[in-house]
């Protein structure tokens, strides 16, 4: 072999082995699912999600998951109780899955097919928008999952006697680095 | 010898080639989604993705229990329970107050105020009965409301207990033919405060602030 094809191999090989499987860690994060009522708009915010994603042959899969019992509405008996009607203590955590092609790294919006695990029911949510931008070597992603009570069988938690509404969107915001 | 290094090279070559276009190979889905529309699809994960254990979760964490899930239905059955006894309450205690004999009340008005003052404590303890003995769950740090709503009782509580006992003080004296003297005179004011701090504990879980 002469040296120009070795050169002309190694030159076409190399962004390849540079290409090689990467891997995403979710660096920070606030999850907050909203819900209404007649008297009363409630968020409930996570910090305590965590995350990962893994590259290979240009496919990133992504894990996120964070404990039910660790959002927040400022309401430590709602929070009990929101909980229970979730069935929390049988399955503690949510957790979301999705796929995505690595070059949607470089995409300003993302559209991906999530599947949630939560309350012991596994929803998949086609096509949800999300909005991504670059800080560095970190990438944010913020959006919006249009959960519902519904779709996870939890029933409805009312009070004086009227339960809150069947929409109960998740707002995301992540931070994501490579690792 | 000459030959062998020839093939040599050109296995080392064809090796490379190889190599090379494997990878490209393996780029292809990559290439494929590099349209925008494309890029945004996707599809359910494979078995080479992060589990929960890769992300740091425990087994405590990740593996739930009917036991937990059992103590917190019964936590919210009897919080449900403690609420509509508390709501209940509040009837015969309006009455009590509504019903309250003046100076000049024969022992009859009395008999009817002492009556609904005793079937007010009888409601309010059965209403807190179930508040206390719903089961606790580790680990919660109390916020919001509820923080006043248990602060309160540390006021209508104690006043639901020497309230009753004032007043069948005051009714012996009364019924002795005396004016109402003493400790028992403090019947109506101790009574008054107990059933402003009640209806402020119900506000308290109720109205947002
Ligand atoms: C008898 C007087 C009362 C006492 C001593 C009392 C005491 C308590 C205590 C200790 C808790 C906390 C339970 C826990 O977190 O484990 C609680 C919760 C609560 N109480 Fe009361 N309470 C009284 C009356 C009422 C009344 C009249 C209402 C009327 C609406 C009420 C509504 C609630 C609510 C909504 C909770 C929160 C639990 C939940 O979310 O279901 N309470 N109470
Ligand atoms: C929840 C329980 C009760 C509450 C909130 C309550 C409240 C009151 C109030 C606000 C008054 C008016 C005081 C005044 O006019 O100066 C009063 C008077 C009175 N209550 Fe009660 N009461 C309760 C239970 C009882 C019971 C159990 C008895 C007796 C068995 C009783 C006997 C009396 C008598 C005799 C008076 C007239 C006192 C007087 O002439 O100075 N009360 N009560």
Known sequence: ??????????ALALPNLARA???WVLESSTLTYHISHPLHQVDGISHDARGKGTCHAGQCDFLIAAPVKSFDSG???RDLHMLQVTRGGQYPMVTVRTRLPESASSLSSVTADLDIEFAGQKVPYKQVAFQRSTDGARSRITGTVPCTVADFKIDPPSLLTVPIKNEMPIRVDMTWRTE | MVTTEIDMKTVTTHLLILFCLSALVIQMPSLAFADEAAANSS????????SLQDLGFSQAQTQGNAQDQATLDKRSHMLKIHQRWG????APLIATLLLAPGGKSNSSARSLHGGLGIITAGMYFTTASYAIRAPKIPGTKEKGPIRLHKALAWIHGPGMIVTPIL???????????QKVHGIASAH???GGITIAAYLASILAVSIKF
């Open chain 1, 75 to 77: 309401d430590s008996n």
């Open chain 2, 43 to 50: 599809s359910p994960a494979t078995e080479s993705a992060p």
């Open chain 1, 21 to 23: 499987d990467s891997r």
């Open chain 2, 87 to 90: 709501l209940a309450t509040t």
């Open chain 2, 188 to 190: 109506g004011a101790v």
């Open chain 2, 167 to 177: 007043g069948a003080m005051a009714d012996e004296q009364r019924n002795a033919g």
């Open chain 1, 1 to 10: 072999m002469n040296w120009k094809t070795t050169i002309t191999v190694v």
